[in-house]
């Protein structure tokens, strides 16, 4: 607001306050007419009562309502504060802050408002993320499958294997786009703030070993081996969850793998509070400057054409392991392996 309009405000309400006062002191001086008419005369002791009471009730009024105006004026400038953050959040400005005295403690709803804000940020960022990973992630496969689908109907000379060649690489860009699009609603799934996981009690060490079953013709085509040290533990969660979680590890270690033989070994351990299950691998690794962003949406350690993917998987992964109130640590180095620990709260356990 600009300056004259608050000097406006101000001798408006000085003017009430002073308008009020008169009107006191009016008031009290045709009251003691009327006394006066009725009873002829006053003595000066009645006339010295009579100004004194004139005198409290008009200081008591006019600091009642400059008490009132004052209070009237901050909440006002508090309200109207108040409306412009509140357009500004409705505008999509989520960086706007409400304060209302930066020398006092904010008040409990202050401190709520606030705080839906950031939410509401993180959540906007997050969907722009979303969006353009996606976007960006679709657009390759597309240009693949049109540039080939292209080569197709133009080149009539194309050979038999030249043919089936492309014909296999449409389809590979296919099964991808399938992968993105089913890995793309699982994850807008789990992070649906309604979302209820549905408990069930199942054998964590069975369920690996299946995983490891679906898993074993990716295995077999890389020659790869998985060594197990399980338990046989009964727990309450979701299966078809934390086997998406397995099953993710496992491909994993097999897209990332190095030029030596696939060992994969698979452990379950406990300690005071926690199940902690192990994915240990003898692959390529992780640069230590690339750890903190693995389970990022669509981050990818390697783009090379052998390796790639998504970029969801891990961030599927460890969303599972969140929504079991669990945790997940990776530990790895370049040329010697990862080893995933998935810590599970031993309140699962049947």
Known sequence: MSKKYWIKKILKYFGIVAGSFVAVL????????IYVGIKGDINESEETDFVGTITFIASFVVVALTAFLITYIVETRRQKKFDVFLNEIAKGNFDAEFKVNKRRAQPEEVVAINKLVKELKNNQMLKSDFIYGYSHEMK??????????????????????????????????????????NETMLISKLNDAEYVMEKQPFYIDSTIEECVLLMDKQLKKVEGKVEFNLKHIS????????????????????????????????????????????????????????LKYIFNKFYQVDKTKHTKGIGLGLSIVHRIVEIHEGEIEVFSKLDEGTTFKIYLPKSGLE
């Open 26 to 33: 009016l008031v009290m001086v045709i009251f003691l007419g």
């Open 140 to 181: 390759t496969p597309l240009a693949s499958i049109k540039g080939y689908v292209d080569l197709l109907l133009e080149d009539k000379d194309l050979s038999e294997e030249e043919k089936e060649q492309y014909l296999n690489i449409i389809k590979n860009e296919t099964v991808r786009l399938s992968d993105l699009s």
């Open 235 to 290: 727990y309450n969660g979701s299966k078809s969850l934390l086997k998406e979680v397995f099953i993710n590890l496992i491909s994993n270690s097999i897209k990332y793998r190095s030029e030596r033989n696939l060992i994969i070994n698979i452990d379950i351990e406990e300690d005071d509070n926690n199940l902690i299950i192990y994915f240990k691998d003898n692959g390529k690794g992780i640069a230590e400057e690339n």
